[in-house]
């Protein structure tokens, strides 16, 4: 659709998205969510993992709305604007992968790309290295894009196909009503909460919900991308997506002095270390997966909500990846990287860049 016909597809269009996304972040954060996440859809990923008792990490366990609403919001605005076509069928063993690996980067790091802009625009001047190696991971594609590197389009699917992850989404949903938190109590029905920690703090459910359901819809229809934004200036020097992106964390900066959540530093900044090479490192791997599977996490569950099924197939890598994360040692903490972080990082690395590789059109 042209942008005669969907003013959110012009530039002036994605600022506004960028800037609105940015203060309902710091809304959210002000109502209850973690400081410095807003809405962070690899910690909340990893959250709904937790809940869901893939992970037995008590302090990050909590069925988030946002996740949810983010990718009905999508749904919604796909059905209204006639773009809800279900696709998919490329490489989803591959997509598979690059979710479980881009998590685990996300993981060591402590956030997705919203998160580093939405921690940067905290106060925490960590999330800076973290910014460059997420901007050093797409760099890197670029190589592969231009050697030809394709994992193919997908092709149209039987209109079921397209409703699987919404499905799934409004089934999450439905848990979390039946299955409410008691107080004191670490397990209500088959979900598992958090008693203390980042999966403790949650903005009430309605307002995650809704606020997240208005991103999601203005997302999509916006096309917002934080991995396309670095992309495009890389290949091409576009910078429409860009200045969504610098929008969003304009946002959040002035949103979060305004409400007094501008705390900046180095050192003692909420749910992130300050060892930036992992920082770096661990970004750079997350980047490099997102930009070889087209896309953002946030983008990706945008599209799987317009009836993109490789997309669905990335977002349900992420939540595996999340539970491996924490289940091997992968995932950092306030501390420093993890155990096994490093050799996730590495092992990682080598995995994306045979994607990269193998992946080539040949002439």
């Not at 998205?17 to 972040?25: E, N």
């Not at 996740?67 to 999508?74: E, N, Q, R, S, V």
């Not at 304009?250 to 007094?260: V, Y």
């Given at each position: 659709m042209s942008s005669k016909t969907n003013p959110f597809a012009t530039t002036i269009g994605v600022v506004c998205?960028?800037?609105?996304?940015?203060?309902?972040?710091a809304i959210l954060q002000k109502l209850g969510n973690p400081p410095n996440m807003g809405i962070c859809v690899a910690c909340f990923e990893?959250?709904?993992?937790?809940?869901?008792?893939?992970?037995?990490?008590?302090?990050?366990?909590?069925?988030?709305?946002?996740?949810?609403?983010?990718?009905?919001?999508?749904?919604?605005?796909?059905?209204?604007?006639?773009e809800f076509r279900p696709r998919g069928g490329s490489s989803p063993i591959l997509r598979f992968m690059l979710g479980m690996f881009g998590m685990a980067g996300a993981l060591v790091f402590l956030g997705c790309p919203w998160r580093a802009l939405f921690r940067l625009g905290g106060g925490d001047m960590n999330a800076l290295t973290g910014l460059a190696g997420f901007a050093a991971g797409i760099y890197i594609a670029t190589f592969f894009f231009r050697a030809g590197f394709s994992l193919e389009s997908g092709k149209s699917q039987p209109s079921p196909a397209g409703y699987v992850l919404p499905l799934i989404m409004l089934a999450l949903l439905a848990l979390r009503l039946l299955y409410p938190q008691i107080d004191g109590a670490e397990q209500s029905g088959v979900l598992f909460y958090s008693l203390k920690g980042?999966?403790?703090?949650?903005?009430?459910?309605?307002?995650?919900?809704?606020?997240?359901?208005?991103?999601?819809?203005?997302?999509?229809?916006?096309r917002f991308c934080s991995m396309g934004a670095f992309r495009d200036f890389f290949l091409f020097r576009q910078t429409h997506l860009l200045w969504g992106v610098?929008?969003?964390?304009?946002?959040?900066?002035?949103?979060?002095?305004?409400?007094?959540?501008f705390h900046p530093g180095f050192a003692g900044q909420p749910v992130a270390h300050d060892k930036h090479i992992w920082n770096f490192l661990g970004m750079t791997m997350a980047g490099l997966a997102f930009a070889l599977a087209g896309g953002c996490p946030g983008r990706?569950?945008?599209?799987?909500?317009?009836?993109?099924?490789?997309?669905?197939?990335?977002?349900?890598?992420?939540?595996?990846?999340?539970?491996?994360?924490?289940?091997?040692?992968?995932?950092?903490?306030?501390?420093?990287?993890?155990?096994?972080?490093?050799?996730?990082?590495?092992?990682?690395?080598?995995?994306?860049?045979?994607?990269?590789?193998?992946?080539?059109?040949?002439?």
């Open positions: 998205v960028g800037l609105t996304v940015g203060i309902l972040a990893r959250d709904i993992a937790g809940a869901l008792g893939l992970h037995q990490v008590a302090i990050v366990r909590y069925l988030r709305p946002e996740i949810i609403g983010l990718c009905l919001g999508a749904f919604f605005a796909a059905l209204l604007s006639g980042p999966g403790a703090s949650h903005a009430p459910l309605l307002a995650s919900l809704g606020i997240a359901l208005v991103i999601g819809f203005l997302a999509q229809r916006s610098l929008a969003l964390l304009a946002g959040i900066f002035c949103a979060n002095l305004l409400l007094g959540q990706q569950l945008f599209m799987s909500g317009e009836g993109d099924t490789d997309a669905g197939i990335f977002v349900l890598g992420m939540i595996v990846g999340a539970a491996l994360s924490h289940n091997l040692g992968l995932a950092s903490s306030g501390a420093g990287a993890g155990p096994n972080g490093p050799i996730a990082v590495a092992v990682g690395m080598v995995v994306l860049l045979g994607i990269g590789f193998f992946c080539r059109r040949k002439s």
